[in-house]
């Protein structure tokens, strides 16, 4: 107990008292809970207590854990906040409460465990399955109940509301009380094949383990814009048998590091993943079979990614704006792609979808068989001088060659009829050399580009 509460407590009692708190919850590298056993209740729970006047939560948290555990915390991340009638509580010596805690995870320390003698009798490290809502202290049950969810072990953590405070005719003793009420933290809908889609999360926690199923149904689907803007997020466990993440699932989730992909995922949507600024590595899966228009963009400090075996439909560009890219890797044998002359082309459309990443470049001649451009396939490429383009070319996609500020010449042949949006937008320097009364030519004057113009004999 905080010295400012026991000054209070001199004052009024055993009288309800608000109380705010900051807690940590320690997770080790199996997965495992590390808890200590109160000597007030005899019931389990994890480091934590009142704060101080002034005192940072964070601040709070760090202190309660070294006091009654003997270890000091690495990082910390924002899990919940942990407030409301289930957090009303009467001690064993009378005093009552009404708890607003902030809870922290932490899965780095240093030091050696030891328990406070004064408030904790033992300390365990329990793996989920090996707890139960009756052996956690009642006040701290429903942060409990929302990790079990959050874990896929929600089972036998769904509860019933109750009276948060215990019958005073039974005395002191009735203060262990029902476990706290439902914890869902997904929205979610049940499809007609018997799985389910999230729609959305209401959780910030830094780490996310997405249950393999919901209320018995498999979660084979995370919906549009399902974690859009988590910026908390930084380690998420996807469903064992999800097979689709929709577009914009995971987008702007600013701090994400790192995402395990399951076997048996099938696409990747639009923009699934892009402005995920820390994500380094994509490593997914052979089973994924479309990847979709932008998936990965804009993640800045990506560097290795791969485009699996059984990739069969992909977007343009996956991962234009992906400035750190320095490897993308595509098989020999891919039945879908092929990469020439350091270009990846779609055997479906011939279509070129970006180049490899490598060593900079001032020229470029797109491989003959070619016929369209796609969108963002040359973005950025800032060493680029000159492209040429083959006869056999009919369409440039949208920001094709934007932001190539070097470039200087691009040779656009007779047959292309369709130059999308912002194809040449942020190139200073440009000139296209054109054949005279093609679409390419008007294009270039209704733009106001630098055009030189040939006949077609020439």
Not at 31 to 37: E, H, T
Not at 280 to 297: K, N
Not at 410 to 432: H, K, N, Q, Y
């Amino acid at each position: 107990m905080s010295g400012y509460i026991q000054e209070l407590r001199a004052l009024v009692g055993h009288r309800p008292l608000m109380q705010c708190a900051a807690s940590v919850m320690l997770v080790d590298g199996e997965g495992r809970l590390i808890l200590g056993r109160r000597t007030d209740n005899g019931l389990w729970g994890y480091a934590g207590g009142s704060m101080e006047l002034d005192e940072r939560a964070e601040d709070c948290a760090r202190r309660e854990l070294r006091e009654e555990m003997g270890v000091t915390a690495g990082p910390l991340a924002f899990f919940c906040v942990n407030s409301g009638p289930e957090t009303h509580y009467v001690y064993p010596n009378g005093d009552e409460v009404s708890n607003v805690e902030i809870v922290y995870l932490c899965r780095e320390w240093t030091g050696e465990f030891r328990p406070q003698p004064e408030e904790i009798a033992e300390i365990r490290a329990f793996a989920p399955e090996e707890l139960a809502p009756a052996m956690i202290s009642p006040p701290i049950r429903p942060v409990f109940a929302l990790w079990m969810a959050q874990t896929g072990r929600a089972e036998g953590w769904e509860t019933e509301g109750r009276d948060p405070r215990p019958d005073p005719e039974q005395g002191a003793a009735s203060a262990e009380v029902e476990p706290a009420a439902p914890c869902r933290p997904f929205d979610y809908d049940l499809l007609r094949d018997g799985t389910v889609i999230i729609r959305a999360w209401r959780g910030g926690s830094a780490c996310l383990f997405i249950p393999d199923e919901l209320d018995g149904h498999p979660v084979s689907l995370l919906g549009e814009r399902a974690f859009e803007d988590h910026a908390e997020l930084r380690r998420v466990r996807l469903p064992a048998r999800l097979t689709h993440i929709m577009d914009g699932a995971f987008r702007h989730c600013d701090n994400l590091e790192h995402i395990s992909y399951p076997e048996g995922l099938l696409t990747i949507g639009k923009e699934a993943f892009a402005c995920c600024g820390k994500l380094r590595r994509v490593e997914l899966p052979r089973t994924v079979a479309c990847l979709d228009s932008g998936a990965f963009a804009r993640c800045g400090a990506l560097e290795e990614a791969n485009l699996p075996t059984d990739l069969a439909l992909v977007g343009d560009h996956p991962f234009y704006g992906c400035d750190s890219l320095r490897s993308l890797r595509v098989s020999r044998r891919h039945l879908f792609l092929t990469v020439k002359n350091g270009a990846v082309i779609a055997r479906a459309d011939h279509r070129l979808v970006c180049l490899l990443p490598g060593p900079p470049r001032e020229t470029c001649a797109v491989p003959e068989g070619t016929e369209r451009i796609g969108a963002w396939a040359f973005s950025r490429n800032r060493s680029l001088t000159r492209v040429t383009l083959p006869e056999s070319l009919t369409a440039i996609g949208d920001s094709a060659f934007s932001g190539c500020d070097g470039l200087r010449e691009v040779c656009i042949p007779a047959g292309v009829t369709s130059i999308g949006r912002d194809a040449f937008e942020g190139c200073p320097d440009l000139t296209l050399r054109c054949v005279r009364d093609t679409y390419a030519m008007r294009y270039a004057r209704r733009h106001r580009l630098r055009c030189v113009c040939s006949d077609a004999q020439d």
